[in-house]
């Protein structure tokens, strides 16, 4: 054979107890390996190039050739090894002309009755102060979410604020509207909102489960913790009505499991707590941490210390969520939840979210915004209900968000699970929506590797977990 050598940035083993296994990079797929594979994979560590003569050496007395030669072939197949002095590149930017939105974000109102510390929307208002959308704009959105979505079967319709039930009448004839038309055209379409909670009321519970609404309550956790930064516009903490609201809306609600969303920020870390009182205290059923790291108020954004702490605790949660699921228990950990996803499916993503091209963000004027976190940012739009989207600098931007050459992304073991991460993180914190978000890659990185040993050891000893518990959170979404 001729000399090889290891592509050493398209593979990456974590030891699961004795046991080897392989991220094999480019397409996000597990292996473990055997004895000789893994003993294959020490040699061609150990030196740049391997050729034949050092394969004999290695091997012959120790292991049948046909063992060693099929090793070999097999990791030539999937390009661990290779003949070339160069890397392969997976793939380049792929040219995109086609917008097959599944998802429109209306941000019905920029008004909101709290004032929360850490919010990152930069268009936010107080109530009195609240922009508006008008219905006229609102079907203009729906309308061309129904035209790039055509070959659709199901479109998303989320309400995002401000605080969204403020604008209650909006969404009502939103609603009326959007469930006539997709009857018309039999599509189905799907309704989804985040809210503080603080508006809730019986009757308006009944009609958002008549409508099966997703809902997410944004809830830091215990008293203590949620009124540290989620006050009213007077500065009082807002604990207690949300605890209330919440559980009269667990109590009520049936058509869908509600979950909570957690906003970690300095002071603001103790996940296991937090996951503990929201999950068996409140009753959520899905707990998700969002730790913020790049809000425009620096006090608030968690340094390096705490960042590694909040990950820590993710880690040791983790380790309760593996635990109840080898006895087939699920305790609604949204973060794990998700990384399995990734794994199981082996998912392969150039971009980051579907920011742009899955889903677009309208603003109360209706420019079409790369996502709901950049209504009222200085990012230009990508076009208006009116016109359409601007398809070619859209183009554009989707097309160099995926070209990672000279980037510390091109190298990355988890380049195609994070890809760069989330661009208005990045925008917030480096100017820069196509910046990678470097303050936290090795966290990421670390969070990965976590993941395959649960995932690991969860295929091994349960696997029907996934088709129980993890498979059915798609169609509940």
């Not at 050729?51 to 050496?57: D, I, K, M, Y």
């Not at 997976?90 to 929360?116: A, K």
């Not at 109590?251 to 920020?265: F, K, N």
């Not at 635990?323 to 399995?340: C, K, P, T, V, W």
Request: proline residues 4%.
């Amino acid at each position: 054979m001729n000399a090889l050598r290891l592509a050493r940035n398209d593979v990456h083993e974590v030891q699961v107890g004795e046991r080897r296994i392989l991220f094999h990079i480019p397409t996000t797929s597990l292996f473990e390996v055997d004895q000789v594979g893994g003993e294959v994979l020490d040699l061609f560590r150990e030196q740049d190039w391997v050729s034949e003569p050092q394969v004999r050496a290695r091997f012959d007395g120790r292991y049948p050739a046909d063992r060693v030669i099929e090793t070999l072939r097999d990791f030539i197949d999937l390009d661990i090894v290779t003949g070339t002095d160069t890397a392969k590149r997976e793939r380049g930017p792929v040219s995109i002309r086609e917008y097959p939105i599944s998802t429109m974000v209306l941000n019905v109102n920029t008004g909101c009755n709290l004032s929360c510390t850490y919010c990152y929307k930069e268009d936010l208002t107080a109530p009195a102060a609240g922009e508006r959308l008008d219905f006229e704009t609102a079907v203009r959105a729906f309308e061309l979410l129904l035209s790039e979505g055509a070959a659709r079967e199901r479109v998303n319709v989320v309400f995002f604020g401000g605080e969204p039930l403020s604008n209650m009448p909006l969404i009502r004839q939103v609603v009326d509207y959007a469930e006539g038309r997709a009857a018309e055209i039999g599509k189905t379409v799907d309704f989804s909102l985040t809210t503080n909670a603080t508006l809730l009321t019986e009757a308006l519970v009944d009609y958002l489960d008549a409508h099966r609404f997703g809902l997410t309550i944004s809830m830091d956790g215990p008293k203590a913790l949620h009124d540290k930064n989620r006050k009213t516009v007077g500065g009082r903490g807002t604990y207690d009505v949300v605890a209330r609201k919440a559980a009269m809306l667990l109590d009520r609600y049936r058509s869908r499991p509600i979950g909570a969303r957690v906003t970690l920020t300095a002071g603001v870390t103790d996940v296991l707590a937090i996951h503990r009182h929201l999950r068996d205290e409140i009753g959520f059923f899905e707990v998700g941490m969002a730790p913020a790291t790049a809000g425009d108020m620096a006090a608030f954004n968690l340094n390096e210390a705490e960042l590694a702490e909040v990950f820590d605790g993710m880690k040791m949660l983790g380790r309760m969520y593996l635990e109840a699921a080898l006895e087939d228990r699920n305790i609604g950990f949204s973060n794990m939840h998700q990384l399995m996803t990734d794994l199981a499916e082996g998912t392969r993503k150039s971009l980051p979210c579907g920011a742009g091209l899955g889903m677009l963000a309208v603003d109360k004027d209706g420019g079409l915004n790369l996502c709901h976190r950049f209504t009222g940012s200085d990012l230009p739009t990508f076009g208006d209900v009116e016109q359409g989207i601007d398809k070619a600098r859209l183009g554009q931007f989707l097309e160099a968000a995926q070209d990672r050459s000279g980037r510390p992304c091109e190298t990355c073991r988890i380049r195609n699970l994070c890809s760069g991460g989330c661009y208005h993180e990045s925008y917030a914190k480096f100017g820069d929506p196509q910046h990678p978000v470097a303050h936290y890659c090795e966290l990421m990185r670390d969070w990965v590797d976590f993941g395959i040993d649960v995932y690991t050891k969860l295929m091994a000893e349960n696997p029907g977990f996934f088709a129980r518990h993890i498979e059915p959170r798609r169609a509940m979404s």
